[in-house]
């Protein structure tokens, strides 16, 4: 008789192993060097440049990493944006 093992959905995802966690930085870093390099450039919907990158950093990298990676980027640049021009409050 064989063991059979329930996976349950609401455990966590297996940790990534050193390869994966390095194809997933590199991914990423491919990722938003072309968002950076095509930033600014009149582009439609599907014909974007980097929709072929996002596709692989989204299939080699955790979601939660994703979201992480995505959500630091754009604190990351709010932040340099404050740096460069100084703190504006609204009125």
């Not at 014909?47 to 604190?75: A, G, Q, T």
Request: glycine share 4%; proline share 7%; with cysteine.
């Amino acid at each position: 008789m064989g063991l059979i093992m329930k996976i349950d959905s609401s455990s966590p995802p297996p940790v990534p192993t050193a390869a994966q966690r390095k194809d997933c930085y590199r991914a990423r870093d491919n990722y938003y060097k072309c968002l950076a390099e095509n930033e600014g450039k009149n582009t439609a919907g599907d014909r974007m440049p980097c929709n072929d990158l996002k596709k692989i950093y989204d299939s080699v990298c955790l979601p939660s990493w994703v979201k992480y990676f995505e959500r630091k980027r754009v604190f990351d640049q709010y932040k340099a944006k404050v740096q460069q021009e100084g703190y504006q409050e609204k009125q």
